[in-house]
């Protein structure tokens, strides 16, 4: 793979797939809205520190199953 092909960031459907995963997992975690708001804050951060981006939008595509993994696994730092 070359360079250019490791910086192409996420089409839409890839972004799709993300944002389920994440809905997901929150929902996995907690039934409380009030919590669930939280933990969604929560892990967007944590997405954004893991893989340096300003939004889970700007993973690079060569990052998505490795996003996904990472998402499905997420462990909340904080309990609320």
Do not use: C
């Not at 389920?20 to 969604?40: C, D, P, V």
């Amino acid at each position: 793979m070359n360079t250019a092909e490791k910086q192409i960031v996420l089409e839409e459907g890839e972004r799709k797939r993300l944002y389920k995963a994440i809905n997901s997992r929150i929902y996995q975690l907690e039934t409380n809205h009030e919590i669930r708001k939280k933990l969604f804050s929560d892990l967007h951060r944590d997405i954004k520190e893991h893989f340096r981006v300003a939004s889970y939008k700007y993973i690079k595509r060569t990052n998505l199953l490795v996003a996904i993994r990472y998402i499905e696994t997420w462990v909340p730092r904080k309990i609320y």
